[in-house]
């Protein structure tokens, strides 16, 4: 993460000269210090700067672009807390590891109750998702949006920290898309009148994409569909919500894609597009999709990564446990100093991990390897979370 040199110390009444050869002070530009915790508390601090001067400026400060970004930059990393499976530990026993791991986000695909109670007072924030199955009803019945809000939302949003709401997941580009900005604008509707602040967003995968290469020429598939969606997003200063994977883009072009520019472990670039280059696919696909948004007139909307992650098993030498740990905490180590992508650099990239469990009731092959625990909440492999506290 880069920083500003530090300011030089007021001058004495007498005249100050530059230090002897032989001093013992060194310029803080000639210490390498990008990993320790002071300078990247320092660098925070100096990011964070112009957010909280905006807050201190916006009546409604709660609710600004500037309140949202700090929020993204002070917290750590998330993961995806996902229940299909017939043997995962009680909901109690789950927000007790991700306390002890340093996990202060997660993603919820539907609003389960045990688990909602279980988060009461834990300060874990959370992504609250709307089953795709409700999407038609909420979108055509404002008082199921309602009674949703009353049921899901109200009894707990004293006690839990809900960060957005997701109307639906992945849904976009398939038979429920016409469903989409209803159910969000209804939701919205309902929370509002709840007096209940939280945004309304949906989630989608890559798909939503009709051309990704070189990142500028990121376009949505379908505008038709998705430029209301990111009007309403504009309006409401809300994130849209992105599953980015890099290991399917992988396996699906494996000739024409490095692994190593899959996993974060390239240090030049790989991808020149323009005056900017590309060390990883990540920040490849995440600037395609700002592009596709550019382009529909949602140049302000931002991103957040809602799934990412790498399979241990399920697929040979590809999906391992080796190349998954590399994955991850490069991952984690890549978007936790909130340095951005090339497109939006010193942009803060809020993202979520997938998955915290093996789930054994998904289909067979890597779907079920995503997990970073086990059932019995032993790892399957080594991942490094101190990274993202502040």
């Not at 939302?153 to 639906?168: E, I, L, M, Q, R």
């Not at 898309?177 to 509002?192: F, I, R, T, W």
């Not at 376009?219 to 200063?237: G, R, S």
């Amino acid at each position: 993460m880069s920083s500003h040199p530090n300011k030089p110390q007021s001058q004495q009444s007498h005249e100050v000269t530059n230090p002897p050869n032989d001093s013992k002070k060194r310029k803080f530009s000639d210490v390498d210090v990008s990993h320790s915790p002071y300078f990247k508390i320092r660098a925070l601090v100096q990011q964070l700067r112009p957010h909280v001067i905006e807050v201190l400026r916006t009546p409604d400060f709660r609710n600004c672009e500037a309140a949202n970004e700090i929020r993204r930059r002070v917290k750590g990393i998330g993961v995806n807390y996902g229940l299909l499976g017939d043997n995962l530990p009680p909901p109690d026993q789950v927000i007790a590891l991700l306390k002890s791991k340093n996990i202060q986000k997660i993603r919820i695909f539907d609003p389960n109750q045990d688990v909602l109670n279980a988060l009461h007072g834990s300060d874990i924030s959370v992504i609250l998702g709307v089953r795709n199955e409700d999407l038609r009803q909420l979108a055509s019945t404002p008082s199921f949006a309602t009674t949703w809000v009353n049921t899901n939302v109200a009894p707990h949003s004293s006690s839990v920290k809900f960060t957005y709401v997701s109307a639906g997941n992945e849904v976009v580009g398939g038979e429920l898309s016409s469903y989409v900005l209803g159910a969000m604008q209804n939701l919205d509707a309902a929370l509002v009148a709840a007096n209940i602040a939280i945004p309304v967003s949906t989630t989608v995968s890559l798909q939503v994409l009709g051309s990704s290469y070189p990142p500028s020429s990121g376009a949505f598939a379908d505008p038709a569909t998705m430029t209301p969606i990111v009007a309403f997003l504009a309006e409401k200063q809300s994130p849209l919500l992105v599953d980015a994977y890099p290991y399917f883009a992988y396996i699906g072009d494996p000739a024409n894609i490095k692994l190593e520019y899959a996993l974060f472990q390239e240090t030049s670039a790989v991808v020149k597009d323009g005056e900017l280059g590309y060390n990883n696919l990540f920040d490849a696909m995440v600037d395609a999709t700002y592009a596709a948004l550019e382009k529909v007139g949602g140049s302000n909307v931002g991103i957040v990564v809602s799934e990412s992650g790498w399979p241990s098993a399920g697929n040979g030498d590809i999906a391992t446990k080796a190349n998954a740990q590399t994955y991850v905490n490069n991952l984690i180590a890549h978007v936790s100093p909130g340095t951005g992508t090339p497109k939006r650099p010193g942009k803060a990239l809020e993202t979520y991990v997938f998955a915290l469990f093996n789930e054994d009731l998904k289909p067979g092959g890597t779907e079920q390897n995503f997990g970073l625990y086990y059932p019995d909440m032993a790892e399957v492999y080594p991942v490094n979370f101190a990274v993202t506290s502040g």
